[in-house]
């Protein structure tokens, strides 16, 4: 049975990017280009794993990431981003998120967190 996977990044090309990669592994994946598009359109208990920019306009990762802590949703999520700040990852973890890579990740990283990430 597939893993359902949330992409939410402002830059098509890295959506469509994950999209692409995941889908070779089997994952069930849907894109969105903000986290309001992606609240709107996900429910709070909807299953799958939430791979997460840190910028963003409007609501950015960390804000986006309170918001499903505060909805008391147990999804786990990975941030994903160019962040270059020593701190990025740390902070990641401190706020509830299963890892953190830097773009450009690892595809096999990605999944493998992935992986780890679901059997929680």
Known sequence: MPTNIYVVDDDESVCRALKTLLMTFDFDVRTFNSAQ??????????PGCLLLDIHM?????????????DSGSKRPVIFISAEKKDDAAQRALNVGAVGFLQKPVNGQTLVDLINSASKE
């Open 57 to 69: 306009p409007g609501m950015d990762g960390w804000e986006t990431q309170k918001r499903i802590l």
């Open 37 to 46: 598009s992606f609240f709107e359109n996900v429910a709070g208990d909807a």
